[in-house]
Every structure is written in C-alpha cells, then in structure tokens.
C-alpha cells in the first residue's frame, strides 16, 4: 500500500522558514516525479515545486527564490525548505508522487501569521 506521510507544518511569523517533509512507501520510489501542492481556504489546489526523477525541478512563480524542493533517495523522502514566509503561503501542503500526480498525502497544515 502506498502511503505518503508529510510532516513539519505549523505556525510561523512572516519572515520565518519551515522544512517540511514527505515520507513515501512507494517501490522504486527514485522513478517518480515528486512534488508539493497547497491549498488555501476557498482557492484551487496549486502546483508548488516540482522534481523529477531526473532532478529537474520547477517552482511556482510565487515561491521561486523562497522555497527550495529536495529528495533523498537513499531514505525515500521529498522536503521543501521554506524560506522567507508570507501570510499568503497560508495553506495546507500535500506532497504528491507521479506525473499525473497518482498518490497524495494526507497535507499538512502551515500557517503564517504575527
């Protein structure tokens, strides 16, 4: 069964960092397209940052120079490092595993607030 079990959300102040990460039960876990989606209340679920199996990797135009995506595929797990945060990052955070994507977690919430 797979499962994708994300942790290290919580509340911060604007300016603040968070890592979060993704730990995923998936077999040859290193083929995948990994991946960190949010959704805040009442909006879309959007594409955060991206990285393929080959290490390429993209960034919603709105976090690019702030969040940083990384995988260890040694461990089977995807983190974001979070950097810079604003009010506006307020969401719940899935990682997600394939290009479709396939598998979702279950989210974490990270929340940005004074």
């Known amino acids: 069964q797979v499962q994708l079990v994300e942790s290290g959300g919580g509340l911060v102040q604007p300016g603040g960092s968070l890592r979060l990460s993704c730990a995923a039960s998936?077999?040859?876990?290193?083929?995948?397209?990994m991946a960190w989606y949010r959704q805040a209340p009442g909006k879309q679920r959007e594409l955060v940052a991206r990285?393929?199996?080959?290490?390429?990797?993209n960034y919603a135009d709105s976090v690019k120079g702030r969040f940083t995506i990384s995988r260890d595929n040694a461990k089977n797990m995807v983190y974001l490092q979070m950097d810079s945060l604003k009010p506006e990052d307020t969401a719940v955070y899935y990682c997600?595993?394939?290009?479709?994507?396939?598998?979702w977690g279950q989210g974490t919430q990270v929340t940005v607030s004074s």
């Open positions: 997600a595993a394939g290009t479709i994507p396939n598998y």
């Open positions: 998936l077999r040859f876990f290193d083929n995948y397209s």
């Open positions: 990285i393929t199996s080959g290490d390429r990797i």
